[in-house]
Nanobody, 122 residues
Framework: QVQLAESGGGLVQAGGSLRLSCAAS????????MGWFRQAPGKEREFVAA????????HYADSVKGRFTISRDNTKNTVNLRMNSLKPEDTAVYYC???????????????WGQGTQVTVSS
């Protein structure tokens, strides 16, 4: 059983930056692909970024490519999401999740954090 806890959300002006972190416990961290997803009010949860277990492969949603960077530290059991050039449409609750397979499909992720709110003002 993997437990995940996000931190780092907040309120930022458009064009600003935030760094989200997710701390994992209870499993062998490097065995899991890690993903970030987000859910805005009234919308479905959507894929943002993913990173493979060893960290050598990453994948991004087109809407964040070039602005967001996912990284992980397997010695600290953490995964981060650096978000630059934030836009109001990035406003959402951001979740980290763990999957035993490489996927951008949220249904393949068995473990989820509680989420952290990111609000971008215009």
């Amino acid at each position: 059983q993997v437990q995940l806890a996000e931190s780092g959300g907040g309120l930022v002006q458009a064009g600003g930056s935030l760094r989200l972190s997710c701390a994992a416990s209870g499993g062998t961290f490097r065995n899991y692909a890690m993903g970030w997803f987000r859910q805005a009010p009234g919308k479905e949860r959507e894929f943002v970024a993913a990173i493979s277990g060893a960290g050598g492969t990453t994948h991004y949603a087109d809407s964040v490519k070039g602005r967001f960077t996912i990284s992980r530290d397997n010695t600290k059991n953490t995964v981060n999401l650096r978000m630059n050039s934030l836009k109001p449409e990035d406003t959402a609750v951001y979740y980290c999740a763990a999957s035993s397979i490489w996927s951008e499909n949220r249904y393949d992720y068995a473990y989820w954090g509680q989420g952290t709110q990111v609000t971008v003002s215009s």
